[in-house]
């Protein structure tokens, strides 16, 4: 059987944040698969999402959250280690608010790249849309950095009307690749970047050229692309936004993967460590073997 491609991976965190943006994307996602994982290590199922990571030469590996921020996480510079030596061809990437940016500057720098999440350089906008009026200082952190910084904007009604301001700024601070995002389910559209012509698309979104620096317009629900993702619960998944339960094991209660929704066929991804091949002519929904 042909082995499936995966374009990238999340490894991602769950627990208490340090912003209250009402967007949140981890309200979307079912709660189950939200588990508090900041103070565990080795994360759940780690050992599995690796092996899978191997198994399908996935080499670009995304550290990020769904309700809070992966430098909240109590062993990221452990966990890093961890990642190169199991998976040493991977490039790791940090998506981050940018919180503790500056003062966890040498552990970013164990990264590969580093995406921050920046919607507004104005405090009185920036609170509105984090809940927090503490701006991470942009400028600092890339000077501070020795890896390459990318910044996503979300977009919304409190900041669209300051787009073409921000981009200058940006560029103005050496940032070379920025990504507007849409919200996912948002179907409000912004007049932004509606003077220039796309240069080419990334993943069916299209990218501008703003002066030298690179924009894409992100789209969530547009996007093409295929990932592997590990929620706090030691689930794994091909489903980035899992919104509802899946069948549960009536043996140890763990959400499955598989058509057959049990811990048999499903031992390959089992939260307790299980390892080996799935059974002759088990056949995953994801069609992850």
Partial sequence: MKSKTYDFANILF??????????????????????????????????????????????????TGTTTDPQLYRHEARLIRWLR???????????????????????????????????????DVYEKMTGSRRVPDLAAIVRAARIPVKVSCVINEHNAGQVDA???????????RLVLRQLYGDARRWDVLSDRIPIKTYRNNPVYDFDGMEITYWRFDRTISTSLNLFGDGTISTDYLLTKTRPACAVCGSLWLTSAWNCYDAAYYSTRGMAGNPPAGSEPAGGLW
């Fill in 166 to 176: 921000f981009l200058a700024r940006c560029r103005d601070i050496d940032i070379r």
């Fill in 85 to 123: 030596k199991h998976l040493p061809e991977a490039q790791l990437s940090l998506h981050t608010n940018g919180q503790l940016a500056l003062e966890k500057m040498d552990v970013v720098n164990l990264y590969d790249r580093m995406s921050l999440s920046l919607p507004t350089f104005d405090p």
């Fill in 14 to 63: 769950a627990g208490p944040c340090n912003l209250r943006c009402p967007y949140c994307i981890g309200k979307q996602v079912d709660q189950a698969l939200n588990r508090n994982n900041l103070d565990e290590f080795p994360l759940r199922n780690v050992d599995t999402f690796t092996a899978l990571l191997r198994r399908h030469r996935v080499r670009q590996v995304i550290l």
